[in-house]
């Protein structure tokens, strides 16, 4: 199983605007990002239910100093969404997954997080590095 994230303004490395490596691209932010086109972006899916609600990503409002918290708060949204994590889980299992983010910060946004509580459940050790 491979789990990695990446930042949506992150260029696509291939010509045909596929890279490979990083399997099935699923948008994990509640909001479309900024100035990306669909077409630029090429998602494979957008499942903004994966995001924190409204009211969590307003509290942590991206400040490292409550990124524990964030986390625990953003781990029981997440476990009341079993079905959407069993369909991401289903998705890492057969190909590469990236979590396509828009947060300025690469190591304390919600794909990180959502990273990170994905091999908690898949009981797999194995996850690719997080892209910047």
């Not at 994990?28 to 900024?34: A, F, G, K, N, Q």
């Not at 499942?47 to 991206?62: I, T």
């Not at 910060?105 to 797999?124: F, M, T």
Request: a positive charge.
């Amino acid at each position: 199983m491979k789990i990695q994230t990446k930042r949506v303004y992150e260029p696509i490395d291939r010509e045909d605007g596929i890279d490979r490596e990083d399997g099935v691209r699923v948008l994990v932010d509640r909001i479309w990002p900024r100035g990306v086109s669909k077409g630029k972006l090429k998602a494979d899916l957008w499942l903004k239910e994966a995001a924190p609600s409204a009211s969590l990503r307003k509290w942590f409002g991206h400040d490292p100093a409550r990124w524990k918290g964030f986390k625990m708060r953003y781990f029981e949204e997440l476990a009341d969404r079993a079905e959407l994590m069993q369909q991401l889980l289903s998705l890492a299992a057969e190909n590469p997954l990236t979590l396509l983010f828009s947060a300025r910060d690469v190591r304390c946004n919600q794909a990180v997080a959502l990273k990170e509580y994905l091999i908690s459940r898949s009981g797999s050790a194995s996850a690719g590095p997080t892209e910047t």
